[in-house]
């Protein structure tokens, strides 16, 4: 990965989607050699000159503002997943790598306390590289297609985009798949000094085509709430809200929860998995340890 590349490619891949009258410009003239925006048309929206935005789209960007990429920010009219990405990436092109904490692997006791306390609705511990770390009894039973009896961390992008299964597991494969890539690649923005990241995107993109064409889109997202639709193997269709909930001692980590809308076929179906998952005895996962793969 690189930052001086990946400001250049983000930064046309964000101008490319926005056309003149969503900026609220004219488009003078009949013919555009852009079907997006021109770099002079993103300079005057953000309030810069022309060569200044022309040097940081090239990567230079050394000493730009808080106030120049807000106003860069504002004229590509990106959201806050993009906006972070855009800050993460300036930041990384004009500093010294930093010694950073790796998104973490290891499981505290507490944070795994409360993960086996959670014991009406499916839940799971994951990290930035979307490793799962940790499911309480009943997030093991729903992600049983996933975690196939194999020790953790089991890898979700691995899942999604190297077993055919996922497919079917994930009603909405393509949009799951689009996700995993903007989660990865707003992680990539974020830390891309983790080597276990670098390695994995690089794994995904060599044997995977549906990655790396979703890879070279520069999408980023925040992966916060939203609804999933499963296909379980063993209580079949599945719609759920889901809400993740980010641990500020654990930096990377997040407990991701699912639950059913009350009464509901997906509430039913949820019992019916909590009673396959006791009569099978499974149960919460084991914490597991940090270590170099």
Do not use: C
């Amino acid at each position: 990965m690189d930052p001086t590349n990946d400001i250049r490619e983000f930064l046309v891949s964000r101008r490319a989607r926005i056309t003149p009258d969503q900026a609220g410009l004219p488009a003078y003239g009949a013919r555009r050699r852009v079907t997006g925006l021109r770099r002079e048309e993103v300079a005057l929206l953000a309030g810069i000159s022309v060569e200044y935005y022309t040097r940081l789209e090239r990567g230079s960007a050394t000493g730009a503002s808080s106030d120049v990429l807000e106003g860069i920010a504002r004229a590509l009219q990106l959201d806050e997943a993009e906006r972070a990405h855009l800050l993460d990436l300036v930041r990384t092109a004009t500093s010294r790598p930093a010694r950073r904490r790796p998104t973490q692997d290891r499981v505290r006791p507490t944070v795994r306390r409360v993960l086996e306390g959670i014991t009406s609705y499916p839940a799971y511990l994951r990290n930035g590289r979307l490793d799962l770390l940790a499911t309480n009894a009943l997030g093991a039973a729903l992600y049983a297609p996933v975690l196939d009896d194999r020790p953790l961390p089991v890898n979700m992008a691995q899942f999604i985009f190297f077993d055919r299964r996922a497919s079917e597991f994930f009603i909405d494969w393509d949009d799951v798949a689009n996700d995993t890539v903007a989660i990865l690649r707003g992680q990539a923005g974020h830390d891309p000094f983790d080597r276990r990241l670098t390695d994995l995107i690089g794994e995904l993109s060599t044997r995977s085509e549906e990655f790396r064409v979703r890879w070279a889109n520069h999408n980023v997202k925040f992966h916060r709430s939203g609804i999933k639709r499963m296909h379980h193997p063993v209580v079949g269709d599945l719609t759920l809200d889901y809400e993740a909930f980010e641990l500020g001692a654990d930096p990377g980590q997040r407990i991701n929860v699912y639950s059913a809308e009350p009464g509901s076929p997906s509430a039913a179906s949820l019992l019916l998995l909590a009673s396959w998952s006791a009569s099978n005895g499974s149960g919460a996962t084991e914490d597991v340890v940090n270590h170099e793969r």
